[in-house]
C-alpha cells in the first residue's frame, strides 16, 4: 500500500533535548511538507523540499532542521533553540511541489510531540 | 499579506445541510483546496477547485468565485461521521497552501 508514515505517534523529550521525526513516502513524490499544528490554529509551515538534496524555510522554520538525502526520507529535528515545541507535527507529500496546477498534498498521521 | 477566514465552529443536524464559507486573500492564486480533519488525526482531501462554479462529489459540493475570493462547502445529508473540522486552504503563485484555522463543525442527533 503506498502511503507516508510517522514515527512515532506519541512522543515525549525533556527541556533541551533534541528530537528527531521521522517521514517516509512510497508514493514516489517530488515534494515533502513539514507542519505544525496549535490547537485552534491553522497548518503552518516549518520546512519544504521539492526535490532530493534542497529544501527552503517555511513560514516558522527557526528552531528546526531538516534534510533530504532520499526521494522518500525527510525527517525533521526539534532543537533546543525551539521555544516552544509541544505541538502536533504533520508530514505531507505531493506530487510537484514546483508548480503544474492541482497539487494535492497527503498526509501521514501525525506525531504529536510533548515536552516536559 | 495573506489571510483566510472561516467560521470557527459551526452545529448542524444530522441529516441536514450545511454551507461552510471560506474568503481568503493571497499573493497570487492557483485553485483552494478543502480538507476534512478528525480530532487527533490527519488532513484527508475532500475537494479543488480552480475554475469558477461548483463541483459536486457524493454528499459534498464546494463552489469558488475567484473574483470575490470565496468559496463555500456544502455538506448534505449530515451524518454524525462528519463532525470534523474543515480546512480552507487556497494555493498562492509560489504553488504552496495558505490554511485556514479550520472550521469545527458539530453534528447533533
Known amino acids: 500500500d503506498g502511503g507516508i508514515t510517522q514515527s512515532p505517534k506519541y512522543l515525549f523529550r525533556k527541556e533541551g533535548q533534541n528530537v528527531t521525526l521521522s517521514c517516509e513516502q512510497n508514493?514516489?513524490?517530488?515534494?515533502m511538507y513539514w507542519y505544525r499544528q496549535d490547537p485552534g490554529q491553522g497548518l503552518r509551515l516549518i520546512y519544504y523540499?521539492?526535490?532530493?538534496?534542497?529544501?527552503q524555510k517555511g513560514d516558522i522554520a527557526e528552531g528546526y532542521s531538516v534534510s533530504r538525502e532520499k526521494k522518500e526520507s525527510f525527517p525533521l529535528t526539534v532543537t533546543s533553540a525551539q521555544k516552544n515545541p509541544t505541538a502536533f507535527y504533520l508530514c505531507?507529500?505531493?506530487?510537484?511541489?514546483?508548480?503544474?496546477?492541482?497539487?494535492?498534498?497527503?498526509f501521514g498521521p501525525g506525531t504529536r510531540l510533548t515536552v516536559l | 499579506g495573506q489571510n483566510i477566514d472561516q467560521p470557527t465552529e459551526m452545529t448542524a443536524t444530522e441529516g441536514a445541510i450545511v454551507q461552510i464559507n471560506c474568503t481568503y486573500q493571497t499573493s497570487g492564486f492557483n485553485g483552494l483546496f478543502w480538507y476534512q480533519q478528525h480530532a487527533g488525526e490527519a488532513p484527508t482531501f475532500l475537494s479543488y477547485n480552480v475554475l469558477d462554479g461548483l463541483e459536486e462529489k457524493g454528499r459534498f459540493s464546494s463552489f469558488l468565485s475567484r473574483s470575490k475570493g470565496y468559496s463555500y462547502l456544502l455538506l448534505k445529508e449530515l451524518q454524525m461521521k462528519d463532525s470534523a473540522s474543515y480546512l480552507c486552504?487556497?494555493?498562492?503563485?509560489?504553488?504552496?497552501?495558505?490554511w485556514g484555522a479550520g472550521t469545527k463543525l458539530i453534528i447533533k442527533p
Open positions: 505531507a507529500s505531493s506530487i510537484d511541489g514546483a508548480g503544474g496546477g492541482y497539487n494535492e498534498q497527503f
Open positions: 486552504a487556497p494555493m498562492d503563485s509560489n504553488y504552496q497552501l495558505i
Open positions: 523540499s521539492q526535490i532530493v538534496n534542497d529544501f
Open positions: 508514493l514516489n513524490h517530488d515534494a
